[in-house]
């Protein structure tokens, strides 16, 4: 079941595979040659409802259609933007090892937006890409998550000529295809350019019912059937088994009337006419979604599934292999709706689901385990797997598919789990669900207030401790009251005793982050020197170690250049290389996604660059942090970041950069809490930097906005934050970075205020 492991866990090798042929496959020349469109339209929909073959005429293309195809097959639980986009990038891992590798890697950090690092680095690893590939989405119907649709529809607003994009669905997928098909780049297929005709229908017949060319069916029976069905492809073979059962001297109708009338005659004929031990196994095993023999075996107490499945398939009876190897097998979803609607008996559909969740856990299948007896009912049980699978999930990267497995819980389930409720509040935090956070952790107050507060938190002295840190960090008082998050780093510290910890490490950490964030520069670097020193310190990741010398090293070097320590910035330039070889290590390992980790350092190093006279490389380093902090950055260490990129600027004699890097700093600010340091920051470069001269004009645009990133454009003339803008557009705030940094570039410009400027020459706004 499992194949390679991503971002996003162990994945289903059977759902990045091409499906095989089935047995009474048949080609479809006409429908075939539509397909090859695919080589020279960006992208290519095809949508018809359930039973009109779309996965079986795609994937019969898709063997033959000499290029590279990449395919997903999506299902429910892929409704999660990491999990997605893992699996995107693990699909074009074949034919672009490099360019997925590295979106895999920036997909192992949790706390970064896939659309920030992972989609850019699809996209401009096929830009430099000459050979075409495909990437194919099936059952697209699946994915609803808004995050995951806004990623979708930016990538194919800027789908490079190397990579083409096949989207595959029931219903027409929300991502802009009136723009794609009004702009030449769409190829459709719909519900009737699926429809059989008369000389396919009697070549599918002819198939699944075993008979020789010479003889098939007549061409009256064909026609009718034709009629009835409207050339629907599951209707034509549930007529097609019809036939066959009459040759073999069984009764049967001549065939279904039509989808309205299928699950009817799926139960009465096609599963009235199996043996015995068939009709127990599609019975019984209705509830999953994926079979395989060991997993029939346990939930029906028996041996020999496997056989059976296998002769269900071979047989033609609504059942396909979904890998190469016939391991795992998939139900044809109108005949699982017709045998779901024979199962009358929750308590039996909740025994099979509890049968398949055990059999999953002990297969080490985790997240499938939890998913089942969620289905199951059982919030309990699922909330218990999912606190002794904590370290799990979080040592595969798997942080987004956590907190979503938690949200699912019944809150009665995890009222009396503090460590559950604080790892699900970290994860919330982590993944950007702020909104989750505070009733987490308010619940889990009152747990520990009750002095209920169960087994201990681990890696920290004392539950409250956790709480504290976590709700100056991740609450709302570290986005909206510096005063209110400074308080609740203040109790995490008193809490946290023991330096042995990691928690006495996070807790220093919490508290002297809040401090640099206003300007409170000599207690946050007390804090930050004795959280760096502390024994539990070498025991951090890289990563978090790395976040700890970033703000450390930046305290070192503040407040600016008339009040610089000689001592102090030696320590910084000391700290510098004791973790410089970390550092380049995990840029190199994860580009972008490591924005936490390193945009401090990179700062760190420019503002020490740059007292040194070393002001190419000074712009080199303070540009880098600032191009970081645009990926991921508390608001107010990007304000710190940018305006110090900003100086370098100027000290370099370079202005008008230094203007672009202070317009961001402006917008920054916008969105981190009131700070009169801040203020005084912002205020004091940009009166050294000056005015800028007008922006530079041009009479056209090499490459036209889009629609979507023109409405940015446009809500970006007035005061909104980014944050904003989103809402008002109904975006996320990350997509919005995303389409203002597309739209920067086609511009050539540097700033929301050069964006403005030059749109407006252009009439564009």
Known sequence: MSGPTGAGGPLLAGKLTVPPAPASLVLRPRLLHRLD?????????????????????????????????????????????ARFWTYVATALAGPAPDVAGRALRALSVPSVDPLEVAVPELLNGFAARNEPTVLVFDDLHEVTDPRVVEGLEFLLDHLPPALRVVLAGRTEPPVGLARLRARGRLTELVTADLRFTAGEARALLTSVAGAGEDA????????????????????????????????????????????????????????????????????????????????????????????????????????????????????????????????????????????????????????????????????????????????????????????????????????????????????????????????????????????????????????????????????????????????????????????????????????????????????????????????????????????????????????????????????????????????????????????????????????????????????????????LVGVQAHPAVAVLVLVSAAETALAAGDPTAALGLLDRAHEARLGAPPSPVLDREVAAVTARAGRRAAARVRPALPEPLTERELSVLRALRGPLTQREVGAALHLSVNTVKSYTRSLYRKLDVGSRREAVERGRALGLC
């Open 37 to 81: 469109a695919v080589r020279t339209t960006p992208v290519t929909a095809v949508v018809a409802g359930a039973g009109w073959g779309k996965s079986t005429l795609l994937a019969a293309w898709a063997r033959h259609a000499g290029v590279p195809v990449a395919w997903i097959t999506l299902e429910r639980s892929e409704d999660d933007p």
């Open 216 to 627: 098939g069916p007549e061409p009256a029976a064909v026609a009718g059937l034709l009629v009835r069905t409207e050339g629907w492809a599951a209707g034509l073979v549930l007529g097609a088994l019809s036939l066959r059962d009459r040759a073999h001297g069984r009764a049967a109708p001549p065939g279904p009337p039509g989808l309205r009338h299928a699950v009817d005659y799926l139960l009465a004929e096609v599963l009235a006419g199996q043996p015995p031990d068939r009709r127990k196994l599609l019975l019984r095993c209705a509830p999953l979604d994926r079979l395989c023999g060991p997993l029939c075996d346990a939930v029906l107490d028996r041996a020999g599934s496997g056989a059976v499945l296998a002769g269900l398939e071979r047989d033609g009876v609504f059942v396909t292999a979904v890998d190469a190897d016939g391991r795992w097998y998939r139900v044809h979803p109108l005949f699982r709706a017709a045998l779901r609607r024979e199962l009358a008996d929750p308590a039996g559909v909740a025994e099979v689901r509890h049968r398949a969740a055990a059999w999953f856990w002990e297969q080490g299948l985790v997240e499938e385990a939890i998913r089942t007896r969620l289905d199951a009912g059982d919030s309990a049980g699922a909330a218990d797997w999912l606190l002794q699978s904590t370290g799990t999930f979080l040592a595969t990267a798997r942080v987004g598919v956590f907190a979503e497995l938690g949200n699912r819980l019944d809150p009665a389930a995890v009222a009396d789990s503090v460590p559950l409720l604080l790892s699900l509040a970290w994860a919330a935090g982590v993944t950007g669900r702020l909104d989750r956070v505070p009733g987490l952790l308010d619940r889990a107050a009152e747990r520990v207030r009750a002095g209920r507060p169960g087994p201990g938190y681990p890696g920290f002295t004392d539950p409250a401790g956790a709480i504290a840190a976590l709700r100056a960090v991740y609450g709302t008082a570290a986005e909206e009251s510096p005063a209110v998050a400074l308080e609740a780093a203040h109790e995490a510290v008193v809490a946290e005793t023991d330096p042995g910890l990691p928690g006495w490490v996070v807790a220093r950490v919490a508290l002297g982050g809040t401090m640099l964030g206003v300007g409170r520069w000599e207690e946050a670097l007390a804090q930050l020197d004795a959280a760096w020193r502390a024994p539990a310190a070498a025991t951090l990741p890289v990563f978090s170690r790395l976040e700890v010398a970033g703000l450390l090293a930046w305290c070192l070097v503040q407040p600016g250049d008339d009040e610089a320590d000689p001592e102090r910035d030696a320590r910084a330039e000391r700290l510098l290389r004791s973790t410089g070889d970390d550092a380049a290590a995990l840029e190199a390992q994860l580009g972008d996604a490591a924005a936490a980790a390193l945009a401090l350092l990179h700062a760190t190093a420019g503002v020490l660059d740059r007292r040194a006279g070393r002001l190419g490389s000074a712009r080199a380093r303070s540009d880098r942090a600032a191009d």
